[in-house]
């Protein structure tokens, strides 16, 4: 079946700068990468996903990458804000099994 | 407009008793999950169904039993649960077509097992 791996699994940056997740998985049959924002005590809420006929895809702060060749996709958060603190998961949707696997996880602190 | 609606939201368990966890949409979704979430290991699938009348295995079954009661509902059950049960359940929904594959999830329930 398929693997996510997800890194790193905490980051903390100063408020303004850029965070960048980084996730791989292991399925070339997987088409669709959904990332999620988790707050404390919160379910997962969808905030950007990507599909494997696109490289990459911007809604403002947020941007998503796709490698299709090295099988990696990563998520960019730009000018990042206290209200950014998070966990957030990456996932890849795998068609034929109807499955949806997630990383296990990056919890994001953005420091004031 | 509920989306994904799961009941209980707490729940406290002594080893060897049983319990359901219901889950119900409302979007016409096909597909219904039932995760896990502890900390570090991020979100394990129990079990799903793709569609109405079908049921599989996820990552970590064991200890579990669902049921597809209707395309609205999806209901988790634990016969005799044990302290490693211990965790918080999500259930999701999504309508699994190509290009239309985006995952919705519940609220979530915690259960503790003493």
């Known amino acids: 079946g398929e693997n996510v791996e997800q890194h790193p699994s905490t980051l903390s940056v100063q408020e303004g700068d850029s965070a960048v997740i980084k996730c791989t998985y292991s399925?070339?049959?997987?088409?669709?990468f959904p990332w999620y924002k988790q707050e404390l005590g919160k379910r997962p809420q969808l905030i950007i996903d990507i599909r494997s006929n696109v490289g990459e895809k911007k809604d403002q702060r947020i941007a998503v990458t796709l490698n299709k060749t090295a099988k990696h996709f990563s998520l960019h958060i730009t000018e990042t804000q206290p209200e950014d603190s998070a966990v957030y998961f990456c996932a890849a949707f795998e068609g034929a099994g109807n499955q949806f696997y997630f990383g296990t996880g990056t919890s994001l602190t953005v420091i004031p | 407009n509920a989306g994904v609606t799961q009941t209980p939201k707490f729940q406290v368990l002594k080893t060897g008793q049983s319990m359901t966890l219901q889950c119900a949409q409302d979007?016409?979704?096909?597909?219904m999950y039932w995760y896990r979430q502890d900390p570090g290991m991020g979100l394990r699938l129990i079990y799903y169904?793709?569609?109405?009348?079908?049921?599989d295995k996820g990552e970590v079954p064991n200890g579990y039993n669902v049921s597809r009661l209707n395309k609205r509902e999806f209901s988790l059950r634990l016969e005799s649960a044990a302290p490693s049960q211990t965790s918080v359940y999500f259930c999701?929904?999504?309508?699994?077509?190509?290009?239309?594959?985006?995952?919705?999830f519940g609220a979530g329930s915690r259960l503790t097992v003493l």
């Open positions: 399925d070339s049959a997987s088409n669709y």
């Open positions: 999701a929904s999504t309508t699994a077509y190509s290009g239309a594959n985006v995952l919705t």
């Open positions: 979007m016409n979704h096909n597909s």
């Open positions: 169904s793709a569609s109405e009348g079908t049921t």
